[in-house]
């Protein structure tokens, strides 16, 4: 039986050499989450709406490959095509691609914000009287004798059609807060 050689004590180098920084790359787990992360990012830019996508500036293999996932119809062909975009993904620039995922979603955001916005401005104006007055001190522009109007027919058909669905007076009192709304959001 051979002796074992040791090391020196106090000679630590050899058993642990010192980190180098160059050397030091992302563990194998972290590589895998940044892998799953651009598939995910390759998964959004496939659901955006045919024009955004056509928008958006991108390699011609991640779009081709972007396009036969969306032509492919089985879910094991689809699960493999989104490997391959994602894998196409690594060598693309994604910090566009996520800008132009990111400027949709915010798009969407804003225009539920907005409906919601004219939803409660309508439903103040059918239950409140001064909500009229905030009207006009918010939106001095518009035509306050139709809104006026508008609100009466609303009233009416809230008073008549208790429990049921709303009717076209409300639907129009909709139909004219809605378009001051988006004008005020799109001036700064």
């Known amino acids: 039986m051979r002796a074992r050689r040791h090391a020196p004590i106090g000679d630590t180098a050899s058993i642990n050499p010192p980190p180098n920084d160059a050397d030091s790359s992302p563990s194998k787990s972290q590589r895998k989450r940044d892998m799953h992360d651009l598939q995910e990012l390759g998964q959004a830019l496939a659901e955006l709406p045919t024009e955004r996508l056509a928008a958006v500036d991108m390699p011609e293999a991640l779009r081709g490959a972007i396009d036969e996932y969306l032509r492919t119809r089985s879910h094991e062909g689809r699960r493999?095509?989104?490997?391959y975009v994602g894998k196409l993904m690594r060598q693309a620039d994604a910090e566009p691609l996520r800008e132009a995922v990111a400027a949709y979603r915010l798009g969407s955001a804003r225009d539920t914000l907005q409906l919601h916005e004219a939803e409660r401005w309508r439903a103040?104006?059918?239950v409140d009287d001064d909500a009229m007055n905030r009207w006009a001190q918010t939106f001095p522009d518009s035509d306050?004798?139709?809104?006026?109007?508008?609100?009466r027919a609303a009233r009416?058909?809230?008073a008549a059609d208790v429990g049921q669905r709303r009717g076209r007076g409300w639907r129009a009192l909709f139909q004219f807060v809605k378009p001051h709304l988006a004008e005020a959001s799109s001036t700064p």
């Open 156 to 158: 009416a058909e809230s």
């Open 144 to 151: 306050l004798q139709q809104l006026r109007s508008l609100v």
């Open 124 to 126: 103040e104006l059918v």
């Open 80 to 83: 493999r095509q989104m490997q």
